[in-house]
């Protein structure tokens, strides 16, 4: 599979001439797709998973709602995107909308400033295996890699970095766990169940240490 050039390009078709109610069922077509791509070609994948960890390090289950951590997780999207948004829209959209430039190439530029995105977040070896996969030996450097293919290479790229964010999160935690533990074994308490009395001194140790604040700026911090 090629890159949005070819889709778009001379080469590809060409949109315009096809009739409105073509035009609109391709577009209701591909606005489907864009809840997928929010959660793969962004930076969502790596904030809601390490806001998870953080809710599951601190064991108060259902304690931010899943709707409140999904909503954190898409504004500091949103707030981790502008820079690249701000860049899309002035060299794709705006030339766009001042017909400067034709719909196939506002998406053909909008699509490169942001593989030019994901590309400095993705590792070179996750690169190089779906590369491998693909066949492709014609790719010379990065930047010429196909869009399809820096998709997935980024998506486990967000993966292992949430969960090595997520890991650090779960150590504190676990250490009031370990502690905790330990008293109650030293005491003969062996039947009570250690996350009941660690659950208040994990959320205390969170708030004393501003732990939103940190987890917020450590994933706004991870992107700069």
């Known amino acids: 599979m090629g890159d949005f050039g070819d889709l778009f390009g001379p080469n590809g078709p060409n949109l315009q001439n096809l009739s409105p109610p073509v035009q609109t069922a ?6 489907t797709l864009l809840p997928a791509a929010l959660m793969t070609a962004t930076c969502f994948t790596r904030v809601v998973i390490v806001l998870s960890f953080v809710r599951q390090g601190l064991a108060t289950q259902n304690v931010p709602p899943n709707l409140v951590v999904t909503g954190l997780a898409l504004f500091l999207t949103l707030f981790i995107m502008q820079p690249t948004v701000a860049e899309i829209d002035q060299k794709a959209v705006t030339p766009y909308a001042n017909k400067q430039i034709s719909g196939a190439e506002a998406v053909r530029i909008g699509a490169e400033v942001h593989k030019k995105f994901m590309l400095r977040h993705t590792r070179k070896q996750d690169l ?3 590369l491998h996969l693909s066949h492709n030996t014609t790719v010379k450097e990065a930047e010429e890699t196909p869009f399809l293919t820096v998709i997935p290479a980024f ?10 964010m ?14 905790v533990s330990s008293v109650l074994t030293s005491m003969g ?5 250690p996350v009941t009395i660690s659950a208040p001194f994990k959320i205390l140790l969170f708030v004393l240490a501003d732990g939103w604040h940190l987890v917020c700026y450590a994933i706004a911090a991870s992107y700069s």
């Open 166 to 179: 997520g890991f650090c999160i779960f150590l504190p935690f676990l250490m009031v766990d370990l502690v």
């Open 128 to 130: 190089a295996l779906f």
């Open 26 to 31: 391709l577009m209701l077509g591909v606005s």
């Open 189 to 193: 308490m062996v039947m009570m169940p």
């Open 155 to 164: 998506v486990i790229s967000e993966l292992k970095t949430a969960f090595i």
